[in-house]
């Protein structure tokens, strides 16, 4: 079966990572549960263009080791990866790809295919729920709440990886999982129910 993963906070631990080298750059002491939605600007006190320019400079200037994979992600992956096709789609800008396929060569070992969906900060994104029916994936493991609804929508099977931002979202197509190891015990009941 074809699974399609979203790669920060699902695959990688973006936001601690970025959360951490923005309070060290900016001198700032946020807690990644002070973000109840998924916008980071209302926090930071600056605008959204700014905070996307911060976002590309930890993209451009991050090292691939010090960005770690999200608990139990990495043997997960490698689990599901027998039996399944899994496709990276993230909202992260395609310049970026290279940096994806780094990290990914990094941790996983291996490459997997990366789909870019777009300049999802600028508005400018593909929707995933699009991408997942063009390329027939049933079931797709996310944590931002909007994308989730849209695929939910969709009548794609969405695992979401629980987060501060994503707490006021359901839809009986989702499945709240706490991590890695509840979203393959989910992937195993809906798989059996295809």
């Not at 629980?162 to 006021?168: E, F, G, P």
């Amino acid at each position: 079966m074809k699974i399609g993963i979203d790669f920060d906070d699902v695959t990688v631990d973006f936001f601690n990572s970025l959360l951490a080298w923005h309070n060290k750059n900016y001198n700032r002491n946020d807690k990644k549960e002070h973000f109840n939605e998924f916008k980071w600007w209302p926090i930071w006190q600056i605008s959204k263009d700014e905070a996307i320019k911060r976002v590309d400079r930890f993209h451009e200037t991050h090292r691939v080791e010090e960005v770690l994979p999200m608990n139990d992600a990495i043997e997960s992956i490698n689990k599901l990866s027998k039996d399944n096709e899994l496709i990276i789609i993230t909202g992260r800008p395609i310049r970026f790809k290279l940096r994806v396929e780094e990290w990914l060569l990094h941790h996983l070992k291996r490459n997997l295919e990366v789909i870019h969906a777009g300049e999802f900060h600028k508005g400018q994104a593909a929707s995933k729920a699009e991408i997942c029916a063009e390329l027939n994936i049933p079931i797709l493991l996310e944590d931002a709440p909007e994308t989730a609804l849209d695929c939910a929508n969709e009548g794609i099977k969405v695992i979401l990886f629980d987060n501060s931002w994503n707490k006021c979202i359901s839809h009986e197509n989702i499945s709240r999982v706490s991590g890695w190891k509840e979203a393959l015990k989910v992937i195993k009941k809906l798989q059996n129910d295809f």
